[in-house]
Structures are given as C-alpha cells and as structure tokens.
C-alpha cells in the first residue's frame, strides 16, 4: 500500500520536519485557521483521529489525542506534544472498525494518493455518525492559485500536490455517503499579505485561502 507516490510526497515532511513545524511559530495564518475550526467543531468529540497528523500542532489546538502520518520525524514532535501518533496512511488505517467519534483531515487531501480510499477507511473507523472534519484550500483561491504556481515550480513541499475545488471536495464526500452539516470559510487576505486576524465567515466560499467542512458519516 505505501507506493513511490506517498515515499516521495512524506520524504520532504520527513527530511524538513523542523522547517515545517517552525512555520507555526506565532504564525498569524495558523491562528486565524484554528480560529476557523474551533468555531465550526467547538468541541471535538472524543476518541478524535487527525490523519496527516505531522508534528501535531493542530492536533494539541484541538485536542486530537490520537494520529498517523507516512513521514516519521515529524511524529516525534507530535508524540512530545501529547499526540499518539503512530506511522500509517489514511488508504490503510491500522484501527478496529467503530473507533473514533471525530476524523479530521487539515492541509492533507492535497497530499493524498487516493482521498477515495481515504475517505472509504475514515468511514470504516469512524463511529454511526461521527464527523469527519476537513480543513481545506480551494484550488480557485488566490491561495490556491498560489500553492499551484508552487506546484509547478517543483516547490519541494507542494510538488506532489494536487489541489481541489469544493465542488470535487463536496462530490468526494457525497460519493461515499457523508453528509455536509456546516462550514466555514477565512483568509480572505492575499498570500504574503496577512497581517491581521479575520473572523470566519458561514458557508463555503471560493474565493476564501481555507475552508473548514464537517460532515456526518452514514
């Protein structure tokens, strides 16, 4: 299951894993998006699940105790933030059926191999009615336009990602029997230019750099 896709897409996370977590240091950006989440998801149900989980700093944010991740450095600054994290894939989660109340996904379906699949394995682990929370960018974003213009420069950290619009995201979660219960959109400020805290607005928005959906499995 753990193909040359998700070996080269984690090897960056894995090799820069201090670079990447030093990137929330009193990040501005990091604080208007956990402001987002926590006022669509107040509380995140218990036992929660972050997939992409990465050094665990939305996850210690939102209190996810549990998470999985390809690349192994960066679990090691999960696990000292309380997370336990284990080395796993989201198309092949290593836990029993009916497990966790909460799933969240934040920044990862870009990366994903196969988000079907993923989405097919949150549903098995998730408990009748649990919520799968999903934190993305819209590729029609100006954010989105940017990580693209990323992408295409071989930018290490997005040269393997690909990027949706809410409509493919919303037909993802429709497909496999997730229902749309809320939504917030932020980050309306230009990428390089945020210099001040937004307040999330209802709804998905296109335009908006993040977007936070919580879906209602079957």
């Known amino acids: 299951m753990v193909t040359q896709h998700w070996r080269d897409s984690s090897a960056v996370f894995h090799n820069r894993a201090e670079e990447y ?20 998801a107040r509380t995140i149900q218990p036992p929660a699940l972050e997939i992409g989980v990465g050094p665990g700093r939305f996850a210690e944010a939102l209190g996810s105790r549990f998470g999985i991740d390809p690349a192994s450095s960066p679990l090691k600054k999960a696990g000292s933030r309380g997370i336990l994290a284990c080395q796993a894939i989201g198309e092949a ?15 990862t379906l870009c990366f994903l191999q196969d988000p079907t699949r993923v ?25 989105g336009k940017n990580l693209q213009q990323k992408k295409v420069q071989k930018h290490p950290f997005y040269r393997h990602a690909h990027f949706f619009t809410l409509d493919q995201v919303k037909s993802l979660l429709a497909n496999q029997g997730f229902a749309i219960k809320a939504s917030v959109s932020t980050l309306y400020q230009c990428p390089g230019k945020v210099l001040h805290k937004e307040e999330s607005r209802s709804g998905m928005d296109e335009q908006a750099g993040f977007v936070v959906l919580m879906a209602q499995a079957p």
């Open 21 to 40: 977590d030093s990137w929330f240091d009193e990040s501005l950006l990091f604080a208007i998006e956990t402001t987002a989440i926590r006022g669509l």
């Open 93 to 107: 989660l290593p836990f029993r059926d009916d497990s966790f109340a909460t799933i969240s996904l934040f920044f």
């Open 119 to 143: 989405l097919q394995e949150s549903q098995r682990v998730l408990q009748k009615n649990g919520y799968l929370i999903l934190g993305v960018v819209p590729a029609t974003s100006a954010w």
